[in-house]
């Protein structure tokens, strides 16, 4: 790990001791191709910009500041920093979190008050909500006949997010590099991919079928090969990360364990 992530992980431990964010975490999804760190190690804020053509959008995707420098204004000033900096490049909005493909979390935590309460003093607008499953790593599931699910080596899950899930290209190539995406394979088709660990150790995610091969309980094979994986790895519950399908996790025992507020900064 970097000096800079080793800081950081030592700020973000003291500011929220209960996330366990390592440095190796934290290098991943702060220290990315598009993204910057305001601040010193007493308050640090994590932003990440992004061109689409002629327009730009900005994520806070990290705010951290030291317990015994907190309500002195710290966190304003950094907030305020990343919006300067956004506008400075083009920005339209600036966003909390949600930064794919390299995300601390998926938005602000329901049980983050004072940061819910920074941001929406300084007009954050919320515009939707997401959640985390928790799932016990003893899940298992077999896969329908004639497929079978091993640990990702060549390319074939990378094609796949490339033909049909491009969002999650990123993420499924460092679980490859990683050795944490598993494949499901037809023949010598892939039909599905898995990963864990691509952001933060023990999260979950992401997750596809072939579109045209869903519900016939490949998700589920993958799902229990992570697990696996993981309860190898000493986790004993992971964190489903930023859910689509509700009801497709519940049904494997997986029930809500976090909530995030989505919210913007019009610039």
Same mark, same amino acid.
């Given at each position: 790990?970097?000096?800079?992530?080793?800081?950081?992980?030592?700020?973000?431990?003291?500011?929220?001791?209960?996330? $366990?964010?390592?440095?190796?975490?934290?290098?991943?999804?702060?220290?990315?191709?598009?993204?910057?760190?305001?601040?010193?190690?007493?308050?640090?804020?994590?932003?990440?910009?992004?061109?689409?053509?002629?327009?730009?959008?900005?994520?806070?995707?990290?705010?951290?500041?030291?317990?015994?420098?907190?309500?002195?204004?710290?966190?304003?000033?950094?907030?305020?920093?990343?919006?300067?900096?956004?506008?400075?490049?083009?920005?339209?909005?600036?966003?909390?979190? =949600?930064?794919?493909?390299?995300?601390?979390?998926?938005?602000?935590?329901?049980?983050?008050?004072?940061?819910?309460?920074?941001?929406?003093?300084?007009?954050?607008?919320?515009?939707?909500?997401?959640? =985390?499953?928790?799932?016990?790593?003893?899940?298992?599931?077999?896969?329908?006949?004639?497929?079978?699910?091993? !640990?990702?080596?060549?390319?074939?899950?990378?094609?796949?997010?490339? !033909?049909?899930?491009?969002?999650?290209?990123?993420?499924?190539? /460092?679980?490859?590099?990683?050795?944490?995406?598993?494949?499901?394979?037809?023949?010598?088709?892939?039909?599905?991919?898995?990963?864990?660990?691509? =952001?933060?150790?023990?999260?979950?995610?992401?997750?596809?079928?072939?579109?045209?091969?869903?519900?016939?309980?490949?998700? /589920?094979?993958?799902?229990?090969?992570?697990?696996?994986?993981?309860?190898?790895?000493?986790?004993?519950?992971?964190?489903?990360?930023?859910?689509?399908?509700?009801?497709?996790?519940?049904?494997?025992?997986?029930?809500?364990?976090?909530?995030?507020?989505?919210?913007?900064?019009? $610039?």
């Amino acid at each position: 790990m970097t000096p800079a992530a080793d800081r950081l992980a030592r700020l973000v431990g003291a500011a929220l001791p209960d996330e $366990l964010l390592s440095a190796a975490d934290l290098e991943t999804c702060c220290y990315g191709p598009e993204s910057e760190i305001l601040g010193d190690d007493r308050g640090a804020a994590a932003l990440t910009l992004k061109r689409f053509g002629d327009a730009a959008a900005a994520w806070i995707v990290l705010l951290a500041v030291h317990p015994d420098d907190q309500r002195q204004g710290r966190g304003r000033e950094l907030v305020d920093a990343c919006a300067e900096r956004a506008r400075a490049v083009g920005a339209l909005d600036l966003h909390l979190g =949600n930064a794919i493909p390299r995300y601390v979390w998926p938005g602000v935590d329901y049980r983050f008050t004072a940061a819910l309460s920074l941001f929406e003093a300084m007009g954050f607008e919320p515009y939707g909500a997401e959640c =985390n499953m928790a799932i016990a790593t003893g899940f298992r599931a077999d896969p329908p006949a004639g497929v079978v699910i091993e !640990r990702e080596e060549g390319d074939g899950a990378s094609t796949l997010a490339v !033909r049909s899930f491009r969002h999650w290209v990123d993420e499924v190539e /460092r679980g490859v590099s990683g050795a944490t995406c598993f494949a499901a394979r037809d023949g010598g088709d892939t039909i599905g991919f898995a990963c864990h660990s691509v =952001n933060r150790r023990g999260w979950i995610g992401p997750m596809a079928t072939d579109p045209d091969r869903q519900r016939a309980g490949v998700g /589920r094979a993958l799902l229990g090969a992570l697990c696996g994986d993981l309860a190898r790895d000493g986790v004993d519950q992971a964190d489903i990360a930023w859910v689509g399908p509700v009801g497709f996790y519940a049904k494997t025992g997986a029930r809500v364990s976090r909530v995030f507020r989505t919210a913007k900064l019009r $610039l």
